[in-house]
């Protein structure tokens, strides 16, 4: 049995749970130019479709049950973001997209709307300032009218809505009344630095302007407390409890507090899950897999 590290004493092996939840970063050119981004437009590789299904099809045979496309902005490559969440479906496989929301249609909803599990829409504030302060922006549409359209498509297609959060330097006072979006999850997370993404020298966003302490971040979660569907995370809850899959079709190990790439899982499944630094406590703790069962240890 081959092990793989974690930052607690018990070390888990990848053979002996089921339900793994894989967050494929499948490009990263974006739309937005968030100032505090995590996974930045480092390449603009893509995997073709045939690949990306490959990767999905071996991903399942060793426990996968739900993937999550993110970006980047997944929704700028919308008929491949569409082939993806088809193969999945098809696979028994539970699909899931996490988007700033700008570029979402109506016809993209309505042809595969009733495929997907959950779809969450980035917004940090509900002050269209603050949201330029942050780079959430697209000169086109406005991203808070747009959240309410796709909140609507949701409902029809009956998706699981979900807001994600990032506490900042701009928005950390701000009180956000999330209840009128009525989200299934409000997400909450703190600020994180990555180097060579968000941090470092070759980094192509400046992080360390928008990170909140820990005091900080806490006091915006208090702030929030009445909010029953916020679910916070810290850095430490955040780090290492995310399996995440790269434009190269690469899982990405973050225990050094870097994106360090394994094999593609196309050359080997189970040594890139061995080696990405995955913490199965981790994921189970934040309740990672909330769309269906708990990790099932076997």
């Known amino acids: 049995m081959h092990g793989y ?62 993937v999550n496309f993110s970006g980047g902005e997944p929704f700028l490559k919308p008929a491949l973001l569409g082939k ?28 595969y709307g009733h495929m997907l599990d959950a ?62 979006l ?17 941090a470092g020298p070759h980094a192509l966003a400046d992080g360390a302007r928008m990170v909140v302490s820990d005091d900080e971040f806490r006091a915006f979660v208090q702030r929030h407390a009445d909010v029953p569907q916020m679910v916070p995370e810290d850095n430490q809850t955040m780090r290492n409890s995310y399996i995440i899959m790269d434009e190269d079709l690469r899982l990405l190990d973050n225990r050094q507090g870097s994106k360090r790439p394994t094999v593609s899982v196309l050359d080997d499944v189970h040594g890139a899950l061995r080696d990405c630094g995955f913490d199965a406590e981790a994921f189970r703790r934040r309740n990672g897999e909330w769309l269906t069962n708990p990790i099932v240890y076997t």
């Not at 098809?90 to 016809?107: C, D, F, M, Q």
């Not at 980035?122 to 302060?133: G, K, M």
């Not at 009525?182 to 968000?198: A, H, S, T, Y």
């Open 5 to 66: 590290g974690v930052q607690s004493a018990r070390v888990q092996n990848v053979y002996m749970y089921s339900n793994l939840v894989v967050n494929y970063h499948f490009l990263r050119t974006c739309n937005y130019a968030c100032k505090f981004c995590f996974h930045v437009a480092k390449t603009s590789r893509v995997a073709s479709a045939a690949d990306a299904c490959r990767a999905l099809d071996v991903l399942q045979r060793a426990g996968m049950t739900r």
């Open 84 to 111: 993806m969440v088809r193969h999945a479906h098809a696979l028994g496989v539970s699909p899931s997209i996490v988007t700033n929301g700008s570029l979402i249609r109506e016809k993209w909803m309505d042809r």
């Open 119 to 180: 779809l969450a829409v980035s917004c940090d504030s509900f002050d269209p300032v603050t949201l330029y302060d942050i780079g959430r922006y697209a000169p086109s549409r406005d991203h808070l009218d747009q959240l309410h359209r796709v909140r609507d498509w949701c409902d029809r297609h009956d998706i699981r809505f979900k807001i994600n959060t990032v506490v900042c330097q701009p928005n950390k006072h701000e009180r956000m009344d999330i209840a009128p």
């Open 182 to 198: 009525r989200p299934d999850r409000w997400k909450v997370f703190q600020c994180m630095l990555i180097d060579g993404e968000n």
